[in-house]
C-alpha cells in the first residue's frame, strides 16, 4: 500500500516538473507574420515626414482646388464666371470706390457721387470737431501755464472752469473719433453694396419692366359711437385712390 502511494507521489512530481518545462518554452511568431511585420517597420523607417514647405504647398493646392468646387460639387463655367465678377467688383471698390460700382454698371452714375459726397461731408465734420477739441485744448494749457483767472488766449470770458473746458474738449476729442469710424464704416459699405449689386445683378435676372396702375377707390372708415368710445358697427365709405405696382 504504502509503495503505491509512493510510487503515485512520484509520478505527480515528474509530471508537474515537466509540465513547468513546457511553459517555459518561448512561443516563436508565424514565419509570415513575423515577415509582414518587419516590412511594415521597414515602411514606416522610410517614410518621409513633411516638411513645413511642403505642407504649405499642399495646403495652397487643396484650397485652390476649393475653388472649383461646392460640397464636393464641381461648379460649371457660369458660376465660376459669377464669382469672379463678384471679387472683382468688390476688391475695385477696395482699392478706389466707386470703381466697382463703375464695373457693375446699372445706376453707377448716382452711385458714385453718393459715395464720394459721403467722403467730402465725413471731411468736414472732422475738420469742424478737430477745430472745436483744438480750441479748449489750447485754452486749457493757456490756463495750465499762465493760472486759474487768465482769460486765455482765444477769447474765452474767464468765467469758464477747468473742469467744463476739460468736458467740453473731451466732448470734441470723441465726435471727432466717431467721425472717424462713420467714415470707416462708409467705406465698407461701398465695398459691400459693390459685391451684393454684383451677385443680384449676375445670379438673378432683376427686371426694370414695372408696372403702375392708379385706380379710384372707395376706403372703408369707421365712426366712434358717441358717449361708448368705441366702434360704430355700420361703416362709411370715403372716396380715395389705390395704386398697384406690379414687379415682373
Not at 507521489?9 to 516563436?28: F, R
Request: with cysteine; aromatic share 14%; charged share 25%.
Amino acid at each position: 500500500m504504502y509503495r503505491l502511494l509512493l510510487l503515485g507521489l512520484l509520478l505527480m512530481c515528474h509530471a508537474l516538473v515537466n509540465g513547468q518545462e513546457v511553459d517555459t518554452i518561448p512561443k516563436t511568431k508565424n514565419p509570415i507574420e513575423l515577415k509582414d511585420s518587419l516590412a511594415v517597420k521597414e515602411l514606416q523607417d522610410t517614410v518621409k515626414k513633411e516638411t513645413r514647405a511642403e505642407r504649405k504647398a499642399r495646403e495652397k493646392a487643396e484650397k485652390e482646388r476649393a475653388k472649383f468646387y461646392y460640397k464636393d460639387i464641381l461648379k460649371d463655367s457660369s458660376r465660376l464666371e459669377i464669382e469672379r465678377l463678384s471679387r472683382v467688383a468688390w476688391k475695385r471698390s477696395a482699392m478706389v470706390p466707386g470703381w466697382g460700382q463703375y464695373t457693375n454698371q446699372g445706376v453707377w452714375w448716382i452711385k458714385v457721387p453718393i459715395i464720394y459726397g459721403g467722403f467730402v461731408a465725413s471731411y468736414f465734420v472732422f475738420n469742424y470737431w478737430q477745430w472745436y477739441y483744438k480750441l479748449f485744448l489750447d485754452e486749457l494749457q493757456y490756463r495750465a501755464e499762465f493760472g486759474q483767472g487768465s482769460d486765455g488766449i482765444l477769447g474765452m470770458e474767464s468765467n469758464w472752469d477747468v473742469n467744463g473746458l476739460v468736458k467740453s474738449k473731451d466732448y470734441g476729442r470723441r465726435n471727432r473719433d466717431l467721425t472717424i469710424l462713420v467714415t470707416l464704416g462708409w467705406y465698407g459699405l461701398n465695398i459691400v453694396e459693390a459685391y451684393v449689386d454684383s451677385m443680384l445683378k449676375n445670379r438673378w435676372n432683376m427686371s426694370d419692366d414695372l408696372t403702375f396702375k392708379l385706380s379710384p377707390t372707395f376706403m372703408p372708415t369707421y365712426a366712434a359711437t358717441p358717449g361708448f368710445g368705441s366702434l360704430n358697427a355700420k361703416s362709411l365709405f370715403a372716396p380715395g385712390l389705390k395704386m398697384t405696382i406690379s414687379i415682373k
